[in-house]
């Protein structure tokens, strides 16, 4: 079993950063695909950044984040990490991790087996 912990959600200006960051318990990150998605109020969840930490380390944005958003991971630490720059309001949302052991670089939540809660994100103009 599979467990994930988000952390590092804040209430930022347009224009800021923030690192979010999502532990992994019970199994080691270097065996899985990851990724980061997120859900505003009265939306679809939509994957944003995804990794194949298991086969290549492959990475792939979606084009609402790609050139500000950067997926990382710590093997050492067992981590996964989202670096967010140039924070738009639109940002605005709850952000999870998810992981999977065998399906790498998708974006369909329904690929992703184990899920995080949840770190929020706010994001002001």
């Known amino acids: 079993q599979v467990q994930l912990v988000e952390s590092g959600g804040d209430s930022v200006q347009a224009g800021g950063s923030l690192r979010l960051s999502c532990a992994a318990l019970?199994?080691?990150?270097?065996?899985?695909?990851m990724g980061w998605f997120r859900q505003a109020p009265g939306k679809e969840r939509e994957g944003i950044a995804t990794i194949a930490i298991a086969s290549d380390g492959r990475t792939a944005y979606a084009d609402s984040v790609k050139g500000r958003f950067t997926i990382s991971q710590d093997n050492a630490k067992n981590t996964l990490y989202l670096q967010m720059n140039s924070l738009k309001p639109e940002d605005t949302a709850m952000y999870y991790c998810?992981?999977?052991?065998?399906?790498?670089?998708?974006?369909?939540?329904?690929?992703?087996?184990?899920w995080g809660r949840g770190t929020q994100v706010t994001v002001s103009s």
């Open positions: 019970g199994y080691t990150i270097g065996s899985l695909c």
């Open positions: 998810a992981a999977d052991r065998t399906r790498c670089l998708t974006f369909h939540p329904s690929n992703y087996r184990y």
